[in-house]
């Protein structure tokens, strides 16, 4: 008699699919300790600071370190969510994922979320998903725009700890979605309400991009040519001149030179050539964060009402809206196709 058939693990026969969201990262508190670890493995990644090891090391750890994590934790602490002692970014970033499983759920999808830097880390949560049973994950960096800075550290990192798994699933990466018409018909649709539902009729509307160095560009960066294509399009679907939406670029970092033209230099300069009045937003991010809370928001504000501005309003980031949600869902949908 022969022995019988081994059974087939019952894992073998789990094919789920999943979404992993992708953001930056932010720090878990807002403590000098807290935002130094954070900021010390962002700033260590060399994807985002080109200057070679040797030289960048003590600059880092001697320097921007030491009085880093305080100036931005302040910053932090200004845009802190009270409700769940989070950083704003964390809590937009799992509302989206929340959102999007409660869409896609239904399907049998697995949606989840993780961070480049710090917590939840990309490594934890795709080693989650695999035990869950996901054997295709599309990866999904929340960028419209696509930069080496982001996108594809992202990418990076997911890549890494694939590296470490005897049984990896297959991935796929969402392209950026800068030029996609439902990103820009959703962003114009959402400057058209923001502004409709001021008291005062904006002279000017300014898209602020983070900003990035020059250097980066000519070495073959594709973002600063997205940010612009982003604008255009968004300003043909409004159907409005040139003039009235402009393109900056904010949070420059360091000396070197960045994209231009400043967000800052912008808001100062605008009320001595009479545009007094103004909203602004920023679409290289899907989620308000420090940058576009405290730095635009709130710094923004005051650079542009010192300098003589009458009325300036920001108009958030797509966040978890409905339509921002529409819109994700939709996208990932297109990309999951030939898997469902
Ligand atoms: C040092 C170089 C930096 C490059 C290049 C850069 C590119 C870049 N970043 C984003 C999105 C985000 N950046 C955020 C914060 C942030 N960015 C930098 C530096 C660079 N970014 C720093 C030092 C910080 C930390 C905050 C501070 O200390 O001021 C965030 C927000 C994080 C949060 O917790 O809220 C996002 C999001 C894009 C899209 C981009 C593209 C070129
Ligand atoms: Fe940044
Ligand atoms: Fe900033």
New binding site residues.
């Given amino acids: 008699m022969s022995a019988p058939a081994p059974a087939v693990r019952p894992e073998v026969q789990t094919e789920k699919i999943g979404v992993l969201l992708l953001?930056?990262g932010?720090?878990d508190a807002t403590d000098y300790w807290s935002v130094r670890r954070y900021?010390k493995e962002?700033?260590s990644d060399p994807r985002?600071?080109e200057t070679p090891k040797w030289l960048w090391w003590p600059i880092l750890n001697l320097v921007i370190l030491s009085f880093?994590p305080q100036k931005?934790g302040h910053?932090y602490a200004q845009i802190w969510d009270k409700r769940t002692n989070e950083?704003p970014?964390r809590v937009i970033t799992r509302d989206q994922s929340e959102k999007l499983a409660a869409r896609l759920g239904a399907d049998g999808i697995v949606v989840d979320w993780a961070m480049r830097y710090g917590s939840p880390s990309t490594q934890s949560v795709l080693e989650r998903m695999r035990a869950a049973g996901c054997r295709r994950i599309l990866l999904a960096p929340l960028?419209p725009q696509y930069?080496a800075?982001?996108t594809a550290t992202a990418n990076d990192k997911a890549f890494l700890a694939l590296k470490d798994m005897r049984w990896q699933p297959a991935v796929r990466t969402m392209p950026a979605y800068y030029n996609d018409p439902l990103y820009v018909k959703t962003l114009a649709e959402s400057i058209r309400q923001g502004v409709e539902a001021l008291d005062f009729e904006p002279d000017v509307v300014l898209t602020s991009y983070?900003g990035?160095?020059v250097d980066y560009y000519e070495k073959g960066d594709p973002?600063y040519d997205q940010c612009l294509e982003t604008t255009r399009l968004v300003r043909d679907y409004l159907g409005w001149p040139e003039e009235k939406l402009m393109v900056t670029f904010q949070?420059r970092?360091?000396r070197a030179e960045w994209l231009k033209p400043y967000t800052a230099e912008t808001l100062e300069a605008l009320p001595g050539q009479g545009k007094k009045k103004i909203a602004i937003l920023a679409p290289?991010?899907s989620a308000d964060?420090?940058?576009t809370l405290e730095e635009i928001a709130i710094g923004g504000r005051e650079t542009f009402l010192h300098a003589g501005g009458e009325k300036f309003a920001y108009i958030p980031c797509l966040n978890d809206s409905g339509p921002g949600m529409d819109m994700l869902e939709a996208i990932v949908r297109r990309e999951l196709s030939g898997w469902l």
């Fill in positions: 953001n930056l932010t720090p900021l962002f700033l985002v600071i880093r931005s910053a950083s970014l960028y930069s800075t982001t983070h990035m160095p973002y949070s970092f360091g290289a991010f964060c420090i940058e």
